[in-house]
């Protein structure tokens, strides 16, 4: 258990649907990291948030929208889902960015 | 622009070789240099952080070297096992940034 957790682990929805995967950061981490890996493909960064507060954006689509609350979790939010939103979504924590990130187990996202 | 380049993208070694790959980074602004190791259905794990030009760190078999001044980072591992199959991949941190490069996919064949 890496203090990190991510829920649910798997998913599966139709298109058009709108889906919310939510993340734990590890006690005492302020800052949480939203990342894509789709079939393939490497880590792609979606945004950041940090005491509450988006501090950095990727390359996340407008139909997608993430939050962190007082009590640093923070959930992403998926909205008019399409095939290629399929991917495994990895939330990361940590106290800051040059001490690295510890992630989540990630959830799967599958659209049908 | 953080543009982290690994290679090569795939490596197939037999068990108790030796291998190495790179990562390259941009040389400016140079905060931290991070290796993870993803093995398949699990989450990317931390293997080291570095932060000094000429930074060597060592974990058992794996060791790594970090050259700030030419952007690049050196991952080697000494007599590979199986169990040393995985993606490693390499980070790069500036300001509060941190972008990952695609990774090297290893399988060590016993």
């Not at chain 2, 190791?37 to 794996?62: C, H, Q």
């Not at chain 2, 060791?63 to 199959?85: C, F, H, M, R, V």
Request: glycine content about 8%; hydrophobic content about 30%; charged content about 20%.
């Amino acid at each position: 258990d890496s203090g990190v957790t991510q829920t649910p682990k798997h998913l599966i929805t139709a298109t058009g649907q709108r889906v919310t995967l939510r993340c734990s950061p590890r006690s005492g981490d302020l800052s949480v990291y939203w990342y894509q890996q789709s079939l393939d493909q490497g880590l792609q960064f979606l945004i950041q948030y940090y005491n509450g507060e988006e501090r950095a954006k990727g390359n996340i689509l407008e139909r997608f929208s993430a939050q962190q609350f007082p009590d640093l979790h923070s959930e992403l939010n998926l909205s008019s889902l399409e095939l290629g939103d399929s991917a495994l979504y990895f939330c990361a924590s940590s106290v800051a960015t040059q001490y690295g990130y510890t992630f989540g187990s990630g959830t799967r996202l599958t659209v049908v | 622009i953080l543009n982290v380049e690994q290679s090569p993208q795939s490596l197939h070694v037999q068990e108790g070789d030796s291998t190495n790959f790179t990562c390259s980074f941009p040389s400016s602004n140079f905060y931290a240099l991070h290796w993870y190791r993803w093995e398949t259905a699990k989450s990317p794990e931390a293997l080291f952080v570095m932060t000094l030009n000429g930074d060597e760190k060592k974990k058992g078999r794996i060791s790594a070297t970090l050259n700030t001044k030419e952007g690049y980072s050196y991952l080697y591992i000494k007599g590979s096992q199986p169990e040393d199959s995985a993606t490693y991949l390499c980070a790069f941190s500036r300001d509060n940034d941190m972008r990952f490069g695609a990774g090297t996919r290893l399988t060590v064949k016993p």
